[in-house]
């Protein structure tokens, strides 16, 4: 049973824990930023992730499952992500569940297994 943390946490780290995160997650894996435009305001996010890179692909944990962010970057097409301290333009974002993990590169099949799902992206 794949394990998803409750969205009054997601809510809390939205205002709490996020902004402090957001000071050091760029720079230290494997966390990182995931910069995208609201869907209906238009308006610019930053959210922190974990994620994980396997050749040309940046796979995302969806820890909380499908999110506001998850999806504003699915109907985007593309988002910003900084990682490393270098920010990388991730393509063609979709969804894996833990049904199809096998979708995903090794060593990061784990993520959709553990969390239900994650979102893998192009990188580049």
Do not use: C, K
């Amino acid at each position: 049973m794949p394990i998803r943390l409750p969205r009054w946490l997601a809510r809390s780290n939205r205002h709490v824990a996020n902004p402090v995160m957001g000071l050091w997650a760029p720079y230290l894996p494997p966390w990182a930023v995931v910069t995208h435009r609201g869907r209906r305001t238009g308006r610019t996010y930053r959210t922190v992730v974990l994620a994980y890179r396997r050749g040309d692909t940046l796979v995302i944990a969806l820890t909380y499952g499908e999110t506001d962010w998850s999806r504003n970057v699915a109907a985007a097409g593309h988002a910003e992500v900084t990682r490393r301290g270098r920010t990388q333009t991730i393509t063609r974002p979709r969804v894996v569940t833990s049904s199809r993990r096998g979708d995903l590169p090794p060593g990061t099949r784990w993520t959709a297994r553990v969390f239900g799902s994650a979102l893998a992206a192009d990188i580049g």
